[in-house]
């Protein structure tokens, strides 16, 4: 009889282990606002892989904490962003549309940072605004969109600029 009580608990304990490795890697983030517009709109859903910098290539969109800096104070520092990586480390610094990255000494991005923009620049705080991100800010990139949230559970914030949250926090820092 023990041997077939241990057998019934080693399937459910053998199904979580793959189940609890999925959770710590991706992740279900529901897009709010504009800042990527075509390409993501409010309510979309999305997976993520949590990754790191070294990970991320040019064109991928990425999920970030906000620059914890006094330029971003209609930005809750527990919220997360949604942006496109315009240049990597070691990509050459994309000066044009980003008024912060005009004057920078270096011709190319630096070891450990990002350069993030939104595809709606209208909406969209990143780095034209604020610079570089570090790589200890970023949460992982997107992977596929996933089918969107009911309307009900969608929050309409209006204010700039528009966010992604998500659920839990990353077990590493970048």
């Known amino acids: 009889m023990k041997a077939s009580t241990a057998a019934l608990w080693a399937v ?4 979580l282990i793959p189940v609890a490795l999925i959770r710590s890697r ?15 709109a409010d309510g ?24 914890a800096d006094g330029r971003w104070g209609a930005v809750s520092p527990s919220r ?13 610094v ?8 005009r004057d920078l000494p270096e011709e190319r991005v630096p070891r450990g ?8 620049p209208e909406e969209s705080l990143d780095s034209r ?11 992982g990139v997107v992977v596929r969109r996933l089918p969107r949230a009911e309307p009900e559970r969608v929050q309409a914030t209006g204010a700039r600029p528009r966010l992604v949250t998500g659920k839990g926090e ?5």
């Open 12 to 15: 459910p304990a053998a199904c």
């Open 26 to 40: 991706y992740l279900v983030v529901t897009v709010e606002g504009s800042s990527m517009v075509p390409a993501l």
């Open 44 to 67: 979309d859903r999305v997976l993520v892989h949590r990754v790191r910098l070294a990970a991320i290539a040019a064109g991928r969109l990425v999920v970030t904490r906000p620059p």
């Open 80 to 92: 997360w962003m949604i942006k496109r990586a315009a240049a990597v480390p070691g990509d050459p």
């Open 94 to 101: 994309p000066r044009d549309g980003a008024p912060t990255l």
């Open 113 to 120: 940072r990002i350069v993030l923009l939104g595809d709606n």
């Open 129 to 139: 605004f604020c610079g570089y991100f570090r790589a200890e800010q970023i949460i």
């Open 170 to 174: 990353p077990s590493w820092t970048g």
